[in-house]
C-alpha cells in the first residue's frame, strides 16, 4: 500500500491474499516470526532510474527481477527503433518487481513506468541529472561507468539507459550525442547481452547500498 500505517509492537495490520501466501507458503513464516513492513515510499536516498529497450520473451522479467533484487529504484521501459516487441503487460512487470522486493528484503518496490518512446524520455528528462548511455561500440575509447563514479561525474542518483538486443539505431546515437547530461559509458571489454548489461550496471553503480 502507499498509505503510511504507524504500526508498533502489538499493533495490527491486514494482509492481503498475496502477501498472506508470500509470508506463509513462500517465506514459511508462522505465528512468533518477525517480519519487516514498508510503505513503498523512499524519500531519503537518490534514486537510480534504470531504461531499458523493450526486450523479447522471458528476458524482460528476468531483467526486472534482478534489477529490482540490484537496487534500482525506478524502471522505465523504452521503446527504440531496433525494439522487436512494443507493447507491454506492465501490470505483470510490476508483480515481479513486488515479489523481487518481497524476496530481497528491500523497503521499496520500484515503480515499472509505461513503455515511451525514446524521444519522449529524453524530452521530458531532467537536464540537471546525468544519464549513462551504454555504449558499445568503441569499448576502448568510453569511460567505463566504474571510472565515471570514480571520478565523481556520476553517482546513484544518475539515470542508465541500455539498448534493446539490436542496440541503439546510429540515428539514436547521433541524437543522443547532441544532449549535455548524455554520458557515454562502457560496462567493460566483452559485448553483454541487454539485460546482463542492465544487471552490470546496476551492481556497479550499487544503488542498492
Ligand atoms: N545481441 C545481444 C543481445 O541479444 O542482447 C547484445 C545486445 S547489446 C547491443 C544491447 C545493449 O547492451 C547495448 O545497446 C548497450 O546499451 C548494452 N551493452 C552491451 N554490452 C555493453 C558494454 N560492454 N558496454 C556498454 N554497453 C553495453
Known amino acids: 500500500t502507499p498509505e503510511y500505517w504507524p504500526l508498533v509492537a502489538g499493533g495490527q495490520l491486514a494482509l492481503s491474499d498475496a502477501q498472506r501466501h508470500h509470508l506463509y507458503s513462500v517465506m514459511r513464516q508462522r505465528e512468533g516470526g518477525s517480519v519487516a513492513v514498508f510503505n513503498g515510499v523512499d ?3 537518490r534514486s537510480t532510474v534504470l531504461l531499458f529497450g523493450v526486450l523479447k520473451g522471458a528476458r524482460l ?7 529490482v533484487e540490484l537496487g534500482a529504484d525506478e524502471l522505465q521501459p523504452v521503446l527504440t527503433q ?24 528491500r523497503l521499496t518496490v ?8 525514446l524521444q519522449a524520455v529524453l524530452d521530458g ?4 541529472r ?7 561500440r568503441r569499448l576502448d575509447d568510453t569511460p567505463t561507468l566504474s571510472a565515471r563514479l570514480a571520478d565523481g561525474s556520476l ?12 542496440g541503439f539505431s546510429a540515428e539514436e546515437f547521433e541524437t543522443l550525442e547532441t544532449l549535455p547530461f548524455v554520458r557515454p559509458v562502457s560496462l567493460g571489454a566483452n559485448i553483454l547481452r541487454a539485460e546482463t548489461a542492465a ?8 544503488c542498492g547500498r
Not at 130 to 136: A, I, S, T
Not at 155 to 166: Q, Y
Request: charged share 20%.
Open 43 to 45: 524519500a531519503v536516498k
Open 61 to 67: 522479467p528476468t531483467l526486472i527481477e534482478k534489477a
Open 82 to 105: 531496433h525494439c522487436a516487441v512494443r507493447s507491454l503487460n506492465v501490470e505483470r512487470l510490476g508483480a515481479i518487481a513486488v515479489e523481487a522486493s518481497e524476496q530481497s528484503g
Open 110 to 117: 520500484p515503480c515499472v513506468r509505461e513503455p515511451q518512446p
Open 125 to 128: 528528462w531532467d537536464a540537471l
Open 130 to 136: 546525468p544519464l549513462c548511455v551504454c555504449d558499445e
Open 155 to 166: 553517482d546513484a542518483g544518475a539515470g542508465v539507459l541500455i539498448g534493446p538486443e539490436g
Open 199 to 206: 544487471l552490470a550496471a546496476m551492481a556497479i553503480i550499487g
